[in-house]
């Protein structure tokens, strides 16, 4: 089982790495539009900017409801990607998003793709809004969706709600439950903070991991 999660974290470590902008995303040439910022900006500021989210949450109803296990877990989000600004106010993109429940329990993991919307706000808050589907992952089965609104009153912190539906498995390719609906709850950190805060996440993750199996 610790094989099968360092590989999905250091896996992730990578992607991360390879959402980290280049310098010159965020210059502009006098007399040229705005290009790709890391700094995310609603128009004119940027056409279109990175987004590196991970976040700490409690999730209710992260159970496997057939066998009656713990209900309320803590557990982790993120997701890396891009958006373009497709108006003043209005972005559209594409990340990557993992969960992670049941730290250093039974984690239940799950990573895959997801359509991502952000309204801009009174400037520099913005809503978001998300919804994507588990393509790979241990203890969660493919095809679980996990959606996502989140508040944030500035780029560096924000408040989100993660509906899901998802069927669980064991480990030794038991039966899966049936589709069951959970929420997760949290804070999440985005920008410079959020980029910091995903390695943090990911050595929490294989820390907790590692201490619960030398019990």
Known sequence: MLGAVEA????????????????VLSQETPGTSPGVCYHARP????????LTHAGLYLVFG????????????????????IL????DRDAIGVTLF????????DNNFAIGPAAR?????KEPGSVDAGLGV?????????????????????????????PEVVRLRDYAG??????????ALGIELGDVAGLVATPVAVGIAVLATLAAQSN
């Open 134 to 162: 588990a393509v790979a992952g241990d203890g969660i089965a493919s095809g679980s969706l996990f959606a996502m609104v989140k508040v944030s009153p500035n780029p560096w912190v924000g408040i989100a709600l993660r």
């Open 117 to 121: 919307y952000r309204r801009w706000l």
């Open 174 to 183: 038991g039966p899966t439950s049936d589709p069951h609906f959970r929420a």
């Open 8 to 23: 999905h974290w250091l896996c992730l470590a990578a992607i991360v790495a390879l959402c980290v902008p280049d310098p």
């Open 62 to 81: 992260a159970g496997d409801p057939n066998t009656r296990s713990e209900d309320i877990q803590s557990g982790l989000r993120g997701d890396w990607g």
């Open 98 to 105: 993992a969960s992670l429940d049941g730290i250093g329990g």
């Open 84 to 87: 373009s600004n497709v108006g």
């Open 43 to 50: 128009k004119p500021a940027c056409s279109g900017f990175l």
